[in-house]
């Protein structure tokens, strides 16, 4: 007897089942963000084990367990696999915090990423400090927008490019830096976790084939659109093609800069070397608990603010009113004038 014929299956013809990602998006009005949380698991015969299970945190303040039999209720079907990183981004403590009631204000989280950049990094203005906090706080809402602009950041050596891309690294939504990862572990990361990928002095891809999926994701990921295929092995080691949505944040440092079709979906700032011994000698402690308390406040100010921003970004006719919001200026004696900020390949004089 086949499989099939000893089930009862129901094709639906409709948009009632409605895909969710498991880390970070929206539903029926509704925002949430996944979160691992530890559980007393008791089975049927009374045995209890301890287990993380997958949670949505939603914008109503409730939880949903991200289980089939749960999902079901809502008409809901997880996407893709979740993503289990060891640490929380979103500590446990301030959830239960938001759950309860807590709220975040937007001028305060603001003010809070934007001091992070002003005690680490040696800007030449302070509009571009502004640009970095805001930047980190569109990774959580990325998933909004259609598009999502890359950020390089060029500059000659000990210029604190590789600093700025590790303050974003504590700041910005399930961040990663490339180093060490296969091309198939960043494949899936950044589709299954809606990763914001960081990519460190990019110059330095020697392998020609690991050059090149960098480059096939960064060509393919600052829009919303087709999937990107490559092969790999299902479970019986047979070459399948596979599909993965790669769209999502991305930070680039390095000295050479880059081809003119990845600079085209940047917003390009150049350091100089850093003066301020203050600022090029201090280390950033990456278990600071002030970026685990930034990056809750964070999550708070997605799922209580996200129907304004998806109400203002509705409001962007065309990509010039985008222009005009990324609109920065750096010194002209020390940036090349085809080095200008772009937000979508769109230059501002």
Known sequence: MSEASELKIEPFFNDDIKNIHPAIGTVNGTAYIGVWVPCQVTDDKG?????????????????????????VKRQWKLNYKPIHYKESRWNLADVKAYIDGANADPTAVFQEVLKIYQEYSEMSSEGLYVLHALWSIGTYFHDLFNSYPYLYVGGVKR???????????????????SN???????????????ATLLIDESEKLSNPQRAQEFRNILLAGYKKGPETYRCGKDAKERIEPEGYAVYGPKGIANISGLEEILDDRCISQFQQRT?????????????????????????????????????????LS????????????????????????????????
């Not at 060490?180 to 809606?194: D, E, G, K, P």
Request: aromatic letters at 6%; hydrophobic letters at 35%; charged letters at 25%.
């Open 159 to 177: 210029s604190g490019k590789t600093k700025t891309l590790t303050v974003h690294s504590v700041l910005d939504f399930n961040a990663i830096f």
């Open 318 to 349: 065309d990509a010039s009113e985008l222009s005009e919001l990324g609109e920065l200026s750096e010194d002209a004696n020390t940036t090349p004038p085809s080095r200008r900020l772009r937000i979508h390949g769109w230059e501002r004089a």
């Open 180 to 194: 060490n990862m296969s091309s198939a572990t960043l494949y899936r990361l950044i589709q299954n976790s809606h």
């Open 275 to 315: 003066r301020n011994k203050a600022i090029a000698n201090k280390e950033i402690g990456l278990l600071d608990s002030r970026y685990a308390k930034i990056r809750g406040q964070l999550c708070v100010l997605f799922l209580q603010h996200w129907k304004e921003v998806a109400a203002i970004y509705a409001k």
């Open 47 to 71: 045995h209890t084990t301890t287990k993380d299970h997958l949670y949505l945190v939603t914008s109503e303040r409730q939880t949903v367990l991200a289980l089939n039999q749960e999902l």
